[in-house]
């Protein structure tokens, strides 16, 4: 047999004692509201090399009006790096957001899924490579292709069940066509 003790107290940064009922009342803030699930990234017609070069002053292409709730008011929100393959230093993503919904746009180069550095092209060549001849593409990183090769594996066998019989290739330009990143990992 062991004592119990309950703890109705808690101590203050200077080291005293003070009981539960005379705590203060814990500040209520209200909840964040998520912003709505629209379409956040916005692909358009980027030239990376371009973009390389001239960075902020690079001419971005305002969104016409906000995917989230459709108002016309879209005012500039800064910029977010992101990396891309061939380019030793991070672009600069333009942003916009919608002081109506508070969502925030972020404008991608089209031929990129989201968070992928990888163009599609270069995802789907090296999916090829390793369904025809069993290698990996050259000039890749092999750790990276297999990781889009088992992330198709399982989307495949997620989406399209365990009976596609078509090959990776056809799997992949079949997810593409419904609207998926094919070898994202999350399901």
Known sequence: MGLKFEAFFYFNKQGRRIEIDKLPPLRKSEPAQPTKDGNMVIFSAVKLKELFEKERDYPWQKPEKCSCCNSIRIWGHGFAEAIFDGYNQPLLLKLYRCPDCGCVIRLRPKGYFKRFQASIETIRSSI????????????????????????????????????????????????????????????
């Open 128 to 187: 090829i490579c390793k369904s025809t001849k069993n290698q990996w593409l050259p000039g890749v990183n092999p750790t990276r292709q297999c990781h889009w090769f088992r992330s198709l594996c399982k989307r495949i066998k997620v989406y399209l069940t365990d009976t596609w019989c078509q090959g990776m290739v056809a799997g992949f330009d079949y997810l593409l066509q419904l609207g998926q990143a094919p070898v994202s990992r999350s399901i």
